[in-house]
């Protein structure tokens, strides 16, 4: 069984880049077909996407932040990594990384889930 683990702070200051690391193990990123996802849950609101890479390494991302987001990965290591720079109070939320067959836009790429990670942002 695939297993996610997620790692990096929980506190981040407004305006610096938040960065979280997944950990994957019994399985590797560059399995054909798979994707690798980051996705976000503010309180009291739904699951957001943020964006993925997939197993060839092209990446995508939502359109609302697509332009402080930022995924990369180390096949090495079998880590991706999500940065997403000028963090605001608005990005505190629970952040997981996902991954799994397919895409998230066409439902898949969730089979497998990290614990989840409370980052907030405060000064």
């Known amino acids: 069984q695939v297993q996610l683990q997620q790692s990096g702070p929980g506190l981040v200051k407004p305006s610096q880049t938040l960065s979280l690391t997944c950990t994957v193990s019994r399985g590797s990123i560059t399995t054909n077909y798979y994707s690798w996802n980051w996705v976000r849950q503010p309180p009291g609101k739904g699951l957001e996407w943020i964006g993925a890479?997939?197993?060839?390494?092209?990446?995508d991302y939502s359109p609302s932040l697509k332009s402080r987001a930022s995924i990369s990965r180390d096949t090495s290591r079998d880590q991706f990594t999500l940065q997403l720079s000028s963090v605001t109070p608005e990005d505190t939320a629970v952040y997981y990384c996902?991954?799994?067959?397919?895409?998230?836009?066409?439902?898949?790429?969730?089979?497998?889930w990290g614990q989840g990670t409370q980052v907030t942002v405060s000064s």
């Open positions: 996902a991954g799994g067959r397919g895409s998230w836009s066409a439902g898949e790429g969730r089979d497998y």
């Open positions: 890479i997939d197993y060839g390494g092209f990446t």
